[in-house]
């Protein structure tokens, strides 16, 4: 990928909140860590704070940037007949969208993957010509064969690879489960492309398997949501591509530094959504490794690190851990530190003092536990285990609550009755529909900020 300047990259600043404070024999040290990138004019809602502004770019320049859109276009596109014409209107929407100097391919996914345009392994260049062909080329597009979504994702790794860019991206729609290749031919697919490209990954209609998609999105470092009704897809793909011409640079790394004899628990992403992180490690010399954010446009997101240290006698302190964010030079030189912060552990006799628990470690620490009980809940409902769900979504109504996270807890009311959100107690609804359920699911990742 191509260097950054100095100039080019947004700025990035990184702020920790925690209690540094342990009682005596106390070993575990939990840190949030915000990381809050600006570089056009805005900060995603979180102000700055000793970061100078970054120069915005000028209006109209092209960002340095590859998109892929991959549809699915296997035989279950045609039913109903109006979902493969709104997958056409939601791809020109997308191609809309583009930026003037993007470089762009549309992809055919069935059990086979076939370039729509521009074709023979090239990408166009956007403009108003390019983007005109690229529309005329969708009507080509028709239902017929089966679904291999691995396929799907090494066209497009060629397809970007071969792009001399900054920011590569990949859009993907699908409607059905991936039934025309392996799991483990899937999973070598994400392998291989991780790292490699983000991508966003969209599944329309109620016949997918969420969790398919869901780990497409994951190990390539995008979204994933769900489209219940294929007529909404226009405006999601209009605001996913909106999202991925907003990205500045690529390829940022979480580096956490520890010292001898600190463990490292785990390290993830907590906001906007909860994702581990802690099996990416890629190790970066002498006790430090880095964790892989994928790409970043005017953001903030927040990410929650646990270390055990040795133990250590009252009045000591020391370093638990050094977070910095580091921007990679793709010609193998000294990597560029753009921002830094210091998780510390001080140990103390005052009890009120240790025993305290950070407002940002308690709020993300139960968001993560909601998404998680979401899950085993809605496994137990479809293994039979009523009582199980009830107690697990009963669990998630309660967490939802507390925690002022008002979308859950209306996905939520969608499979429970809820007597008493305070408590969790909830009755488990006779019917749901499968697209309430699936939304659930879809979405159980998803967090929301602490209350200021």
């Known amino acids: 990928?191509?260097?950054?300047?100095?100039?080019?990259?947004?700025?990035?600043?990184?702020?920790?909140?925690?209690?540094?404070?342990?009682?005596?024999?106390?070993?575990?040290?939990?840190?949030?860590?915000?990381?809050?990138?600006?570089?056009?004019?805005?900060?995603?809602?979180?102000?700055?704070?000793?970061?100078?502004?970054?120069?915005?770019?000028?209006?109209?320049?092209?960002?340095?940037?590859?998109?892929?859109?991959?549809?699915?276009?296997?035989?279950?596109?045609?039913?109903?007949?109006?979902?493969?014409?709104?997958?056409?209107?939601?791809?020109?929407?997308?191609?809309?969208?583009?930026?003037?100097?993007?470089?762009?391919?549309?992809?055919?996914?069935?059990?086979v993957a076939k370039e729509v345009y521009p074709g023979g392994g090239r990408l166009a260049t956007a403009d108003a010509q390019t983007k005109a062909q690229a529309k005329d080329a969708l009507r080509a597009l028709s239902a017929g064969g089966g679904t291999a979504i691995g396929t799907w994702l090494r066209l497009t790794d060629r397809l970007l690879g071969a792009a001399e860019v900054d920011i590569r991206h990949g859009i993907l729609l699908t409607d059905g489960r991936n039934e025309h290749e392996s799991p483990e031919d899937l999973r070598a697919a994400l392998d291989a492309c991780a790292g490699r490209f983000t991508c966003d990954a969209r599944g329309v209609g109620t016949d997918w398997e969420v969790k398919e998609v869901t780990a497409i999105a994951s190990a390539l470092l995008g979204t994933a949501d769900i489209v219940a009704d294929p007529s909404g897809l226009a405006a999601d793909f209009t605001q996913m591509m909106e999202n991925a011409m907003g990205k500045e640079v690529a390829d940022v790394a979480l580096r956490l530094w520890t010292p001898v004899g600190v463990e490292i628990r785990f390290v993830k992403q907590?906001?906007?959504?909860?994702?581990?992180?802690?099996?990416?490690?890629?190790?970066?010399?002498?006790?430090?490794?880095?964790?892989?954010?994928?790409?970043?446009?005017?953001?903030?997101?927040?990410?929650?690190?646990?270390?055990?240290?040795?133990?250590?006698?009252?009045?000591?302190?020391?370093?638990?851990?050094?977070?910095?964010?580091?921007?990679?030079?793709?010609?193998?030189?000294?990597?560029?530190?753009?921002?830094?912060?210091?998780?510390?552990?001080?140990?103390?006799?005052?009890m009120v003092a240790s025993t305290s628990i950070n407002p940002q470690v308690a709020h993300y620490t139960g968001q993560a536990e909601l998404a998680q009980v979401i899950q085993q809940g809605l496994d137990a409902r479809k293994s039979g285990d009523f009582d199980g769900a009830t107690a697990k979504l009963g669990r998630a109504v309660q967490l939802a609550s507390a925690?002022?996270?008002?979308?859950?807890?209306?996905?939520?009311?969608?499979?429970?009755?809820?007597?008493?959100?305070?408590?969790?107690?909830?009755?488990?609804?006779?019917?749901?529909?499968?697209?309430?359920?699936?939304?659930?699911e879809t979405r159980s990742t998803k967090t929301v900020r602490v209350k200021k």
Request: contains cysteine; glycine residues 10%; negative net charge.
């Open 1 to 111: 990928m191509a260097n950054f300047s100095k100039s080019n990259v947004p700025q990035f600043s990184v702020e920790v909140y925690q209690n540094e404070y342990l009682p005596e024999g106390g070993r575990e040290v939990n840190g949030i860590v915000t990381v809050t990138s600006t570089g056009g004019g805005t900060t995603g809602g979180v102000p700055l704070t000793g970061a100078s502004p970054a120069p915005s770019r000028t209006p109209g320049q092209a960002p340095n940037a590859a998109v892929v859109i991959m549809v699915d276009c296997s035989g279950s596109m045609d039913y109903p007949p109006t979902k493969m014409r709104n997958a056409r209107d939601a791809t020109a929407a997308a191609i809309d969208t583009l930026r003037d100097g993007t470089r762009f391919s549309v992809v055919a996914g069935t059990h």
């Open 270 to 350: 907590v906001a906007p959504t909860v994702a581990d992180l802690t099996g990416r490690r890629t190790e970066a010399g002498p006790r430090a490794g880095d964790y892989p954010t994928g790409s970043w446009g005017d953001e903030s997101r927040d990410y929650h690190v646990c270390v055990q240290v040795p133990e250590a006698g009252i009045g000591q302190e020391m370093l638990a851990a050094r977070v910095s964010l580091i921007l990679p030079d793709p010609s193998g030189g000294t990597p560029q530190t753009l921002s830094q912060g210091l998780v510390r552990a001080v140990w103390t006799d005052d």
């Open 403 to 440: 925690s002022g996270n008002e979308d859950t807890a209306k996905l939520l009311s969608k499979v429970v009755d809820v007597v008493d959100a305070a408590t969790g107690t909830v009755r488990l609804k006779a019917k749901v529909a499968e697209a309430d359920e699936m939304t659930l």
